[in-house]
């Protein structure tokens, strides 16, 4: 093989991520600020800038920078005040991290079923859920709906209700950040939106999250519990259980260079799903999730869902690109699949179970070139005309 061909080879079989971290260019800049002047600590003007950012962007009143998204969903819990026996309802279809902190509390995951338009909670099952648990004399301390893939949830319906029985709403906007809903940006809506700042998320702090809230008051609580819980005294006076939860001065620098990105990135992933839409919309067998009206989702993972009445199931799809070095992801297990959730009560009618058995994430980075999208394209196109 001459070194040519050689070449072209390494080329073609480079591995394609699914998501993976795109840096702006000036997150350096703000982490060497942070070394020049010694704010090597999970306090520090980094995160007080990131933090400002946060809420401007958001429009949420007021922002804490944490060391994760899961941190961010434990605090919303503990602030108000979810303990041993409470039920707290969250959306089965999501990663793990939204109903762990439930668990954390000592209280009772109810997990209810998404309906189709949107692929999250199901405003019809919330409302039966609430009604059944009512019934049997349960205490339901909050609602977690998440904003899967990016795509809002229905929020307006999903708050009718909270408001109805007089339940907070956590929103879980872990990869929500940059969509909208009616307009007004994701992690607004809720008692607390939460974000994720995950390597593989929209924008990414190398790790970390953030708490938001209309509530001052709630948001300096979140602050106070996220650094230990140290009462105003010159010894360390404790009154209450306090957490390390704080984001680092240096993670916040990257966040803050990575929100000067952040439109950029919501267009380049809205870009990926137009062009996987465009290329692959017609295939019979192939679905999209489309947006309704006035919900615009930032599109962090693209995903197609695949009729296995056409012969081609979703696995066989995810093991072609397997072969070619593509990584994609089969849509998120439902929690009450879960082995470790299964014990706990499910409200629903399979519609997440059956997303589950035939959706895929197709690689969606924002740093893929055409050529990667194109790569992906042709060996899902190869699967569809030649089936055996
Ligand atoms: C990533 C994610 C989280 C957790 O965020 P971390 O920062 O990884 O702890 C929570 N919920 C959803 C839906 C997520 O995708």
């Excluded at 607390?192 to 700042?197: A, D, E, Q, R």
């Amino acid at each position: 093989m001459g070194i040519q061909e050689e070449l072209e080879n390494i080329e073609m079989n480079n591995k394609i991520w699914l998501s993976s971290p795109h840096m702006g260019g000036t997150e350096q800049r703000f982490v060497e600020e942070a070394f020049t002047n010694n704010w090597i600590a999970p306090l520090g003007p980094n995160v007080d800038g990131f933090e400002a950012d946060l809420q401007s962007f958001c429009g949420s009143g007021y922002a804490a920078a944490l060391s994760s998204g899961t941190a961010a969903l434990h605090l919303a819990l503990i602030i108000l005040g979810v303990t041993t026996g409470d039920d707290v309802l969250c959306q089965s279809f999501t990663f793990s991290a939204s109903a762990n902190p439930i668990i954390y509390c000592g209280a009772t995951p109810v997990f209810i079923d998404s309906e189709v338009d949107t692929w999250n909670m199901c405003p019809k099952h919330l409302e039966s859920a609430i009604q059944d648990r009512l019934s049997q004399g349960k205490k339901i301390k909050a609602i977690i709906p998440v904003h899967l893939y990016g795509m809002p949830a229905k929020m307006d319906e999903i708050l009718a209700i909270a408001n109805k029985y007089n339940i907070p709403v956590v929103e879980d906007a872990a990869e929500g950040l940059g969509s909208t809903y009616k307009g007004r940006p994701l992690g607004s809506f809720g008692g607390f939106g939460v974000l994720s700042f995950n390597g593989n998320k929209i924008i990414t702090t190398s790790g970390g999250g953030a708490l938001l809230s209309e509530n001052k008051i709630f948001i300096e609580q979140a602050r106070f519990l996220a650094t230990q819980a140290r009462d105003n005294a010159p010894h360390y006076e404790h009154t209450q259980i306090g957490y390390n939860y704080r984001m680092s001065n240096i993670c916040a620098g990257i966040g803050r260079g990575q929100m000067e990105v952040l439109l950029q990135r919501v267009s380049q992933r809205r870009g990926n799903y137009d062009y996987y839409l465009e290329q692959l919309g017609d295939i019979p067998g192939i679905s999209f999730l489309a947006e309704p009206e006035h919900f615009y989702s930032n599109r962090w993972l693209s995903c197609i869902v695949i009729d296995p009445a056409m012969g081609i199931t979703r696995e066989d799809v995810r093991l072609a690109l397997v072969a070619e070095n593509i990584e994609s992801r089969p849509l998120w297990k439902p929690m009450h699949l879960q082995p470790v959730f299964e014990k706990y009560s499910y409200y629903g009618d399979g519609v997440a179970e059956n997303l589950f058995n035939n959706g895929l994430c197709l690689p969606s980075g924002s740093n893929l070139e055409r050529a990667d999208l194109d790569r992906v394209i042709r060996v899902i196109k190869n699967t569809f005309n030649n089936p055996f």
